[in-house]
């Protein structure tokens, strides 16, 4: 059974720093692309989001999206199953559900791959705020 379950979300004041974990089951990391998806509170299609990050053993590849480059760092222990995103120097812009997804095809990790995002969590909320 696939099962994906976040952790690590919270809330927390501008410039500081968190650390989101995604443990997976069901299917292996090392073949799967897996990331980050974030809505900002009040939306609630998909489409109103964006992929924050994603990370793909299989081809080496890694994507961030512009606004958090420099400061959230995507990594996975294949060896765990599990993907961590560290998000340091946050802004009231962050603020959202974070949502952990993964591929079921190879999907390469660029701007698009909400589009093969078939396995989802079911979030973890990130507050950033005075």
């Known amino acids: 059974q696939v099962q994906l379950v976040e952790s690590g979300g919270g809330a927390v004041q501008p410039g500081g720093s968190l650390r989101l974990s995604c443990a997976a089951s069901?299917?292996?990391?090392?073949?799967?692309?897996i990331g980050w998806f974030r809505q900002a509170p009040g939306k609630e299609r998909e489409a109103d989001g964006e992929v924050v990050s994603c990370i793909s053993s299989r081809d080496s590849s890694i994507y961030y999206t512009d606004s958090v480059k420099g400061r959230f760092t995507i990594s996975s222990d294949n060896a765990k199953n599990t993907v961590y995103l560290q998000m340091d120097s946050l802004k009231p812009e962050d603020t959202g559900v974070y949502y952990c997804?993964?591929?079921?095809?190879?999907?390469?990790?660029?701007?698009?791959?909400?589009?093969?995002?078939?396995?989802w969590g079911k979030g973890t909320p990130v507050t950033v705020s005075s």
């Open positions: 069901g299917f292996s990391l090392e073949y799967h692309a």
């Open positions: 997804a993964a591929a079921s095809d190879e999907w390469p990790c660029t701007s698009w791959f909400y589009y093969g995002m078939d396995y």
